[in-house]
């Protein structure tokens, strides 16, 4: 079986290298320094540069002006991203973008996919509920209002960009309990949103909804879409956890290489050097199933079983590894990992919040284990 990625896919990763290659993740204050957010807005000129290299419209079709490639291509990205920590709504803006290519009508994606896949619309999900640990499609209510309309009521927590994209994709469930998902305008009459700070520093926005009236073709009815977009949403997280790992490994082992105790350098002493080969042990269990996740959304497998269980996996690995790597880090960097001027600082709190948006990987073992209990591996 070949593992290799393919020539578009690479070449998407070389793009993004070249593109993050600029990006300093210590350029903004750190969070633990700076009262409220990080920044009033997300890099406009990096999200700019993003659209010229085309990376915007990755999982779009040429209809859209995209390329037309898989989950694979934009992990690939994604895993670069967040090696620069950088601050654009990558994940949230292609994912929503791909969910309503795949389950949209074309009345609601004519012009807009084109759009957004040219940086000028920028699209965001109200993933987490309204507390964070319940299903997000149960914190809002979407009926039917006359034949040509809907109404939403609800509160959708932690929306990431919630200031700064023109459009938040927000799951719901209608009185029958389908779930649908309602492309919600930013300040939309009967919408209101409260700033909330992220573990990163970072504005998150809670999103209340109150009588909020959409048209028909706002709201996607097809059975099935909440479910394959927070799937890739998850998938994409992995592979942000995936990239910062990567980063932080990287810094420790350069640290470590060049500080010298007792006139001998900290990486060749065993115990430090037996730490940093179990974090790349993790990293490399984080890579192996994020790549098998993302590659169930283009293997054309049947049912969302598979894929539900893949991804479940590469959370476990993912929520597990991310936080043991920057902790390791932060060890092994001694005092220098505990200081908000050094760059590691910004690392951890990203991991953090990566971690909880994942979830605990108590939670995703179970998951896994009552799919397996449902549906029992023959042979």
Same mark, same amino acid.
């Given at each position: 079986?070949?593992?290799?990625?393919? !020539?578009?896919?690479?070449? +998407?990763?070389?793009? +993004?290298?070249?593109?993050?290659?600029?990006?300093?993740?210590?350029? %903004?204050?750190?969070?633990?320094?700076?009262? &409220?957010?990080?920044?009033?807005?997300?890099?406009?000129?990096? /999200?700019?540069?993003?659209?010229?290299?085309?990376?915007?419209?990755?999982?779009?079709?040429?209809? @859209?002006?995209?390329?037309?490639?898989?989950?694979?291509?934009?992990?690939?990205?994604?895993?670069?991203?967040?090696?620069?920590?950088?601050?654009?709504?990558?994940?949230?803006?292609?994912?929503?973008?791909?969910?309503?290519? +795949?389950?949209?009508?074309?009345?609601?994606?004519?012009?807009?996919?084109?759009?957004?896949?040219?940086?000028?619309?920028?699209?965001? %999900?109200?993933?987490?509920?309204?507390?964070?640990? *319940?299903?997000?499609?149960?914190?809002?209510?979407?009926?039917? *209002? $006359?034949?040509?309309?809907?109404?939403?009521?609800?509160?959708?927590?932690? %929306?990431?960009?919630?200031?700064?994209?023109?459009?938040?994709?927000?799951?719901?469930?209608?009185? $029958?309990?389908?779930?649908? #998902?309602?492309?919600?305008?930013?300040?939309?009459?009967?919408?209101?949103?409260?700033?909330?700070?992220?573990?990163?520093?970072?504005?998150? $926005?809670? #999103?209340?909804? !109150?009588?909020?009236?959409?048209?028909?073709?706002?709201?996607?009815?097809?059975?099935?879409? /909440?479910?394959?977009?927070? !799937?890739?949403?998850?998938? $994409?997280?992995?592979?942000?956890?995936? &990239?910062?790992?990567?980063?932080?490994?990287?810094?420790?082992?350069?640290?470590?290489?060049?500080?010298?105790?007792?006139?001998?350098?900290?990486?060749?002493?065993?115990? %430090?050097?037996?730490?940093?080969?179990?974090? @790349?042990?993790? #990293?490399?269990?984080? !890579?192996?199933?994020?790549?098998?996740?993302?590659?169930?959304?283009?293997?054309? +497998?049947? &049912?969302? =079983?598979? =894929?539900?269980?893949?991804?479940?996996?590469?959370?476990?690995?993912?929520?597990?590894?991310?936080?043991?790597?920057?902790?390791?880090?932060?060890?092994?960097?001694? &005092?220098?990992?505990? *200081?908000?001027? @050094?760059?590691?600082?910004?690392?951890?709190? /990203?991991?953090?919040?990566?971690?909880?948006?994942?979830?605990?990987?108590?939670?995703?073992?179970?998951?896994?284990?009552?799919?397996?209990?449902?549906?029992?591996?023959?042979?």
């Amino acid at each position: 079986m070949d593992f290799t990625f393919t !020539e578009e896919q690479q070449a +998407a990763a070389e793009a +993004a290298r070249g593109v993050f290659a600029d990006v300093v993740p210590d350029a %903004v204050p750190s969070p633990a320094l700076t009262r &409220g957010a990080v920044a009033e807005g997300f890099d406009r000129a990096l /999200w700019s540069r993003l659209a010229e290299a085309d990376l915007l419209s990755l999982l779009l079709g040429a209809e @859209y002006g995209g390329a037309g490639l898989d989950a694979v291509a934009l992990c690939l990205v994604l895993r670069e991203s967040t090696k620069a920590l950088a601050r654009v709504p990558l994940l949230e803006s292609c994912a929503a973008a791909a969910a309503l290519q +795949a389950y949209g009508t074309p009345e609601l994606t004519s012009g807009l996919l084109a759009a957004t896949g040219r940086g000028e619309v920028v699209l965001t %999900v109200a993933a987490h509920g309204r507390t964070g640990h *319940d299903p997000a499609e149960r914190a809002v209510t979407a009926r039917r *209002d $006359g034949a040509q309309g809907w109404v939403l009521d609800g509160v959708q927590t932690a %929306v990431p960009w919630a200031f700064d994209a023109d459009h938040v994709l927000v799951p719901a469930h209608t009185d $029958g309990d389908r779930a649908v #998902l309602a492309l919600v305008p930013r300040g939309h009459p009967g919408t209101a949103l409260a700033e909330q700070i992220s573990t990163t520093g970072e504005r998150l $926005g809670e #999103l209340r909804l !109150e009588s909020a009236r959409l048209a028909d073709r706002c709201v996607v009815e097809a059975d099935g879409a /909440w479910e394959w977009l927070r !799937e890739l949403l998850a998938t $994409g997280t992995c592979a942000l956890a995936l &990239g910062l790992g990567e980063r932080v490994l990287r810094m420790t082992a350069e640290y470590t290489g060049r500080r010298e105790q007792f006139g001998h350098p900290l990486a060749t002493f065993q115990a %430090v050097a037996v730490q940093a080969a179990d974090r @790349y042990i993790d #990293l490399r269990a984080m !890579e192996v199933t994020l790549w098998q996740a993302a590659w169930r959304f283009g293997s054309g +497998a049947p &049912g969302a =079983l598979p =894929l539900r269980g893949d991804v479940a996996v590469a959370k476990i690995w993912a929520a597990e590894g991310v936080r043991r790597v920057v902790q390791t880090a932060q060890h092994l960097h001694g &005092g220098f990992g505990a *200081d908000v001027d @050094y760059p590691l600082h910004r690392y951890h709190a /990203w991991a953090k919040h990566l971690e909880l948006s994942l979830g605990p990987a108590a939670a995703h073992e179970e998951t896994l284990g009552e799919l397996l209990a449902a549906h029992p591996l023959s042979g």
